[in-house]
Every structure is written in C-alpha cells, then in structure tokens.
C-alpha cells in the first residue's frame, strides 16, 4: 500500500514552459486535491476533485489545470511556467469518513 | 483577516516542557477541526483530530472553543523528536483550509 505517489519530487522550469505534476493514490479516495505551499502563507488549495470526471477549483486555480479521468490519477498541468509559481506542491486524497488528508512526498518546483 | 490563523513562532523550549499553540478561525459554519504536523521538507501528517469535548492522545491534548472560534494544542513532557511545525487545519463541507504553521524546536 503506497498512499499517495506524487512526482516528481525535485523541478527547474523556465519561464513559458509547460509541465505535469503526477499523482496517484491507492486507497480508493474518491476526493483529491492539490496544494501549494509558500513561506508564511500555508496550503492553498489550487483544485480539487470529488470523484473521477469532476474537477473543480480551488483558492488559487489560475495557471494550473487538472483532469480526473480515473478514481487513481489526479495530475496537475502548468501550461506556461511563470516565477510565481515557484512553490511546493502537495497532492493529497482525502479519506471522507474521517477526514483525514493524506500526502504525497511534494515537489519543489523552481521558475527561473 | 487570514482564515485560519497560527502564531509562526518559533517556540524553542528545552525538554520535558510543556508548550501550547492556539489557532483561530474566522468561518463559523467551520465542522471538523485537526492538527498535523509537518516536519522539514516533508508532507504534512495527521497528528490529531479535535473534538468539541476536547481529546487526548498520549502527551498531546486538543480542544476546541467554538464560541470563541479558536482551537489549541498542549503538548507535554516536549521531547527532542517534537521538533516540527505544527499545522492548524478547519474543515468546511470538505474544504480544508490550512494555518501557515507554528514551528516548535525542543533543545536538549
């Protein structure tokens, strides 16, 4: 039982480019989500997803796209690299009986 | 106003301390509350849910002031090993909304 796998754990990107964080969990969540992480500031939820097909966004969705084409994956797509979106990201399911979130390893993306 | 607020610290306290961090919340409507912890350069992990009768798991203790809006941790006998920030996490219909974190750092 992996949890949650999330790569790639370690990113440089240059300003334009595009990307796709992966993501999969084996524990049959059916609520993913992604989160960025910055000093001082907390998660910020970017997307979410409550089942495979559904996709939604969360507090800071500009910039990122997601897709849900199964219960497993749940990858997050830069489409044009900018240095604001230096961060670390965190992928997460959610078991919905208790609530409680769990992570992948994070990915420190770097924009130059 | 930051929906869910931490003191950042850090609390450095010596072993066998007892520490405390408050959080407060601004949404009302807010239903489940946690706290995770997260340590360097890792992902964040469930440390403990908190109950509106308060709860206790080991050394840590959690409790809940809906009235008030706020939740607090109460770590006792601080050992080395509880070096780590600690994350303040509010729960909305499935929206979890995170606090920027307490850093704690126990000293021999």
């Known amino acids: 039982n992996a949890g949650v796998t999330q790569t790639p754990k370690f990113q440089v990107l240059k300003t334009g480019q595009s990307m796709t964080l992966q993501c999969a969990q084996d524990m049959n969540h059916e609520y993913m989500s992604w989160y960025r992480q910055d000093p001082g500031m907390g998660l910020r939820l970017i997307h979410y997803?409550?089942?495979?097909?559904?996709?939604d966004q969360g507090e800071v969705p500009n910039g990122y796209n997601v897709s849900r084409s199964t219960t497993e994956d749940f990858p997050l797509r830069l489409l044009s690299a900018a240095p604001s979106q230096t961060s670390v990201y965190f992928c997460a399911s959610i078991e919905l009986s208790s609530l409680e979130a769990f992570f992948g390893q994070g990915t420190r993306l770097t924009v130059v | 106003r930051k929906e869910v607020e931490q003191d950042p610290g850090p609390f450095n306290v010596p072993e066998g301390a007892t520490v405390a961090f408050n959080c407060t919340y601004s949404n009302s409507a807010s239903q489940s509350f946690f706290w995770y912890r997260q340590d360097c350069r890792k992902e964040p992990k469930l440390l403990m849910s908190?109950?509106?009768s308060g709860n206790e798991d080991g050394r840590f203790t959690a409790q809940l002031n809906r009235a008030s809006q706020y939740i607090s941790l109460l770590i006792r006998d601080s050992k080395l090993s509880d070096s780590a920030t600690y994350l303040c996490v509010v729960n909305e219909n499935n929206d979890m909304r995170f606090g920027a974190g307490t850093r704690l750092t126990v000293k021999p």
């Open positions: 997803s409550v089942g495979a097909g559904i996709t």
């Open positions: 908190v109950y509106s």
